[in-house]
């Protein structure tokens, strides 16, 4: 079956460390997303990638990094620079031909800090 | 900043009753407009979707109402179903002229059924 897949679904980070969260997608799709969920808030958007090597800051982008070396991967790296990492973080991808295409989401990692 | 809202952060309903989940926004430039459904430790799961042309689209069991004169959005869920509990966010995709920026997500209404 076509979909995103992120992992792991619970990760632990001590002070002062990088960890790095893996997204992957096989539905053809060229744009990707990252976005940051907390406790009863709506979703905020880290970084969006629309096509390989290329990516965009989001409105949240201070202590995060990403890259785009491959269509279907997109992962998010939370350094030691982000001072409140603990949050249910969201991958996402569309089709970017055309402006009206949902976003499709994979179902997250829990990042908690030690 | 421009954002997009939701009136209620809890609604609770009778099992067989019909919901509505109401939203509001307020970027006028917005073209397309998305509801989804989270379920507890889950993604959000895509509902429905809406271009600012329509006032009104159905899908199975559930509609959404977009009222472009008062910038508000809903969703209605017929003959609601102990499976239908979840956080549901309406999100707004503003007209950029092309391209893939993200979404804008209210903060959801946790909807609630009661047997």
């Known amino acids: 079956d076509g979909g995103i897949t992120q992992s792991p679904k619970y990760l632990f980070r001590k002070e002062g460390q990088n960890v790095t969260l893996s997204c992957e997608q096989n539905?053809?799709?060229?744009?990707m997303y990252w976005y940051r969920q907390d406790p009863g808030q709506g979703l905020r958007l880290i970084y969006y990638?629309?096509?390989?090597?290329?990516?965009q800051k989001g409105d949240i982008a201070e202590g995060y990094s990403v890259s785009r070396e491959k269509k279907e991967s997109f992962p998010l790296t939370v350094t030691s620079a982000q001072k409140n990492p603990t949050a249910f973080y969201l991958c996402?991808?569309?089709?970017?031909?055309?402006?009206?295409?949902?976003?499709?989401f994979g179902d997250g990692t829990r990042l908690s800090i030690l | 900043g421009e954002s997009v809202g939701l009136h209620l952060p809890t609604l609770s309903v009778q099992e067989g009753d019909n919901s509505i989940i109401n939203c509001a926004y307020s970027?006028?430039?917005?073209?397309?407009f998305i509801w989804y459904k989270q379920e507890s430790g889950k993604g959000p799961q895509f509902i429905i979707d809406?271009?600012?042309?329509?006032d009104k689209r159905q899908g199975q069991r559930v509609t959404v109402l977009l009222n472009k004169t008062v910038k508000h959005l809903s969703l209605q869920i017929a003959a609601t179903q102990p499976g239908d509990s979840a956080v549901y966010f309406c999100?707004?995709?503003?007209?950029?002229?092309?391209?893939?920026?993200?979404?804008?997500f209210g903060k959801g209404t946790h909807l609630i059924i009661q047997p």
């Open positions: 996402a991808s569309s089709i970017v031909q055309g402006l009206d295409q949902p976003q499709h």
């Open positions: 999100a707004e995709v503003p007209y950029s002229g092309g391209g893939a920026d993200g979404l804008t």
């Open positions: 990638s629309q096509i390989v090597n290329d990516f």
């Open positions: 970027n006028s430039a917005s073209d397309y």
């Open positions: 809406i271009r600012s042309n329509m």
């Open positions: 539905l053809n799709h060229d744009a």
